[in-house]
């Protein structure tokens, strides 16, 4: 059972930045990928951005040139670099793994709000 823990959330300005990390309870060579995603209020949940095994990235075009997702395998913890933040940004955001035997994990989320 992978165990996931996000981190760095709050409130920041429209054009401000945040960096939120998620630290995985087990090594990433056991894990085939890690995303985040987002769930604004009345809203779905929304892929934002991710990273495979190879270190290939994955972003939405909404978030695209503003956020950076990246990993670091010693300390087993992917971050979401976000700049340019927008009001629309405005969600919690959760961390996925996924593991090579296709087991989905979820964090609790942490909460970003931009405001205008």
């Known amino acids: 059972q992978v165990q996931l823990a996000e981190s760095g959330g709050g409130l920041v300005q429209a054009g401000g930045s945040l960096r939120l990390s998620c630290a995985a309870s087990?090594?990433?060579?056991?894990?085939?990928?890690m995303s985040w995603y987002r769930q604004a209020p009345g809203k779905q949940l929304e892929l934002v951005a991710s990273?495979?095994?190879?270190?290939?990235?994955n972003y939405a075009d909404s978030v695209k040139g503003r956020f950076t997702i990246s990993r670091d395998s010693a300390k087993n913890t992917v971050y979401l670099q976000m700049n340019s933040l927008k009001p629309e940004d405005t969600a919690v955001y959760y961390c996925?793994?996924?593991?090579?035997?296709?087991?989905?994990?979820w964090g609790p989320g942490t909460q970003v709000t931009v405001s205008s």
């Open positions: 996925k793994a996924v593991s090579a035997r296709a087991d989905v994990y």
């Open positions: 087990e090594s990433f060579f056991s894990l085939l990928a």
């Open positions: 990273i495979i095994g190879g270190g290939s990235t």
